[in-house]
């Protein structure tokens, strides 16, 4: 075994881990809130993160035809494409709650989580219609912006992209911004009422259907963020693209403890640091017989394992039964 | 009276129709729909059963003499309508959501494809392999027990997680079945990588039948033992005991039904109906490779569940029927004729159907079929079209 090749690549691996952790966290907000108030998993979630992405992408490469991408300075742009990316998935994630899942309320519930899945799979082919016939191409790449490929070495084998000290940078704020609002606004305060309880909350006088619907907005908003940062990291899109960041955010979720807000930014942190290290690590560690493919297989281990022995998760209250 | 005769009336005369116009899809759906009808109208029993059986038995056989390709279909339904049963008795019966059923259907596949073919050799050295074709006969028990053992594999870590979360560990399972199949070409060969195995030997047929008309009849032999099975078990104790799980399980522990025993029953007979199809796919296949086996046929298969009627057997035929024929049949068909459309220049509304763009191809858009049919159906009408008769009472609010 090179033990030299495994510390040296060690800082490298960590930053990769960091980046994933952030995307993960930031989806994994969109799962963890819509539980946290319905007490049910918002499966279409992933495809409601990877649509922020398509508005992304779509925005930029109209800059880039109108000649605006290079006149435009950078970070307007850059802000601009966030901003409309988080729009429209939040917009999204309220019509697809006020369609198909507000008429499930109180059903039995495995009814709306199926319903979900269809509204899942439904986004995925729709959203490949849309760009079939508006671009002829539904994978697509995003345009690069030269600024955000320069380097800056951190040490002699390390350098770091401006990319991704902006998609580090992007993902600390949006936390950081969600924080307040769940914990310093009026309407936060309602939030985390109708999480504890909704027919006390609806006493109250919180109008409890609109804080669901601010709850999908913000979780899709979050989402549409992490989808154009996850476009500006990796570059190529396409439909389906979403649907194993998801999964893995909500393993996060899951990871964190579902419900719990810090729990899914810490869970995501997690499960992205340990993946990109089982990623980097496993098939040097097993000479070659085990490679990064299995990066996937690991992270549904761990949330396997996770929900047979801590249900909670790392910061989880106890999850209720729901009758 | 006038029922029977028009029962009758219509499936001679669709029967003549597609062997008349053997291209025509429309028509094709038409004998079909008249089958439906069969099972649906008001008419002594003896004759709809005599109906069915000849309807399956030789009209079909002989359109699959006009047109290879609708037999192709008749197979490829009866496959889905196995499987769909299979799920009926984990989701339907037992209401455990499982996302990842066709990990199963792959184990079974995976069994006679690892032993049915040259490949066997790979793994265990020497020249051995394949077995010859009789011992098909023989793999569609141990697929079927392999399946069986795979599903009591997964339930015991799980069995203690309830609705939403066992529905995800479950994708997760079958998303970890198709990785390793993707991947086990190393460190030992064990299923060959995302290049698949092949040729995966066939049984030698009886009465010199074609190939074709062989798997028609193999899968319309295990689908009735299948709907066989699942009847008998829907009444007995093991099925009430289901039911009871599904319904309340706490109400259902104190009434002495053994959870343990029960869930991991409900799994295992589930999978072993997908492990029996997985190895009568491969062998009608000649090839497998895991793009068979993804998430997408799981959920394919759940929508024929739901869009039938959850825990309903007939509702399991149907849907898997109308979902497969929607698949292979209309969504091709219609892109078929667009794209004739397109080469004959015709044009819509001042909008020539050549400028379309090349990348919009209808028969690609299963994802958002499987998709529109499970939300509407959950939130229109949760029972299905054929709702189970418990069900529907326990619907009814």
Redesign the interface.
């Known amino acids: 075994m090179d033990v030299e090749l495994l510390v040296r690549i060690f800082p490298e691996v960590l930053l990769d881990g960091i980046i994933l952790g952030f995307m993960y966290a930031l989806i994994a907000l969109g799962y963890t809130m819509v539980y946290g108030v319905l007490e049910f998993i918002n499966f279409a979630h992933s495809e409601i993160f990877i649509a922020g992405a398509f508005v992304g992408v779509e925005i930029l490469l109209g800059l880039k035809s109108a000649g605006l991408l290079d006149a435009l300075p950078w970070p307007i742009v850059l802000v601009l494409v966030l901003i409309a990316g988080m729009a429209a998935s939040g917009l999204l994630a309220v019509t697809v709650e006020r369609i198909a899942y507000r008429p499930l309320r109180g059903a039995p519930r495995l009814i709306p989580l199926i319903s979900a899945i269809g509204i899942s799979f439904f986004l995925q082919d729709l959203i490949r219609l849309v760009e079939s016939l508006w671009r002829n191409a539904f994978n697509l790449v995003y345009p690069t912006i030269d600024v955000l490929n320069l380097r800056f070495e951190l040490t002699q084998t390390t350098d770091v992209s401006v990319k991704s000290l902006v998609v580090i940078a992007g993902a600390l704020a949006m936390l950081g911004a969600l924080h307040l609002i769940v914990n310093r606004t009026k309407v936060g305060t309602a939030i985390r009422a109708v999480a504890e309880d909704q027919a006390a909350a609806s006493l109250m006088g919180i109008d409890v259907n609109r804080i669901i619907s601010l709850t999908f907005l913000i979780g899709g908003a979050m989402g549409g963020a992490a989808g154009v940062l996850f476009g500006v990291q990796y570059g190529l899109i396409n439909p389906y693209s979403g649907f194993i960041p998801g999964l893995k955010a909500f393993t996060a979720a899951v990871l964190g403890g579902i419900g719990n807000i810090p729990g899914a930014m810490l869970g995501g942190l997690v499960l992205g640091l340990l993946e990109a290290f089982a990623a980097a690590y496993l098939s040097l560690l097993t000479g070659g017989a085990f490679g990064a493919e299995y990066k996937d297989i690991f992270a549904f281990s761990v949330l396997i394992l996770i929900l047979i022995f801590r249900p909670k998760g790392l910061l989880g209250e106890v999850v209720r039964e729901r009758a | 009276m006038i029922q029977a005769l028009l029962t009758v009336g219509l499936v001679a005369l669709s029967a003549l129709a597609v062997a008349t116009f053997p291209r025509s899809i429309l028509v094709f759906l038409l004998f079909q729909g008249s089958l439906v009808f069969v099972y649906r109208a008001r008419i002594p029993e003896w004759l709809r059963w005599s109906l069915l059986a000849v309807a399956l038995l030789f009209l079909m056989p002989a359109i699959g003499y006009f047109n290879g390709y609708y037999l192709e279909v008749a197979t490829q339904v009866g496959i889905f309508v196995a499987l769909a049963l299979g799920l009926n008795i984990v989701v339907g019966l037992a209401?455990l959501?499982d996302?990842g059923y066709v990990a199963f259907f792959a184990v079974g596949a995976y069994s006679w494809a690892i032993f049915g073919s040259p490949h066997a050799n790979v793994i265990f050295g020497g020249s051995g392999f394949p077995l010859a074709g009789w011992w098909f006969y023989v793999f569609l028990f141990v697929g079927l027990g392999a399946a069986a053992i795979t599903g009591i594999l997964l339930g015991l870590?799980?069995l203690?997680?309830?609705?939403?979360?066992l529905?995800?560990?479950t994708?997760?399972?079958g998303?970890?079945i198709r990785?390793?199949a993707?991947?086990l070409d190393?460190?030992i060969n064990l299923t060959n990588g995302p290049k698949g195995i092949t040729p995966i030997s066939r049984p030698p047929t009886p009465f010199g039948l074609p190939y074709g008309e062989y798997f028609y009849f193999l899968v319309l032999l295990i689908v009735v033992a299948v709907v066989i099975v699942n009847r008998r078990l829907e009444d007995s104790h093991i099925g009430r005991a289901w039911e009871a799980i599904r319904e309340d399980e706490l109400a259902a522990r104190s009434m002495g039904v053994p959870l343990v025993r029960m869930k991991l029953m409900a799994f295992a007979c589930g999978a072993s109906f997908a492990g029996v199809m997985g190895v009568l796919f491969s062998a009608k296949q000649v090839f497998i490779n895991p793009e068979s086996f993804t998430?997408l046929e799981s959920?394919g298969v759940?929508?024929m569940v739901?869009l039938g009627g959850m825990g309903s057997i007939p509702g399991a035929v149907l849907g898997a029927t109308v979902v497969t024929v929607l698949n292979l049949q209309v969504l091709k068909g219609f892109s078929l004729w667009l794209n004739e459309l397109k080469n004959a220049g015709v044009t819509v509304l001042g909008y020539s159907l050549a400028d379309l763009?090349?990348?919009?191809?209808p028969a690609?858009?299963?994802?958002?079929v499987?998709?529109?049919?499970?939300?509407l159906m959950?939130?229109f009408r949760?029972q299905g079209i054929f709702p189970a008769r418990r069900r529907q009472r326990e619907l009814a609010r």
């Open positions: 209401g959501l996302l870590p799980v203690r997680l309830h609705g939403d979360y529905a995800i560990v994708l997760g399972f998303e970890v990785v390793l993707n991947n190393k460190p998430f959920i759940l929508a739901i763009p090349t990348q919009f191809e690609k858009y299963e994802r958002m499987f998709g529109i049919i499970l939300v959950m939130i949760p």
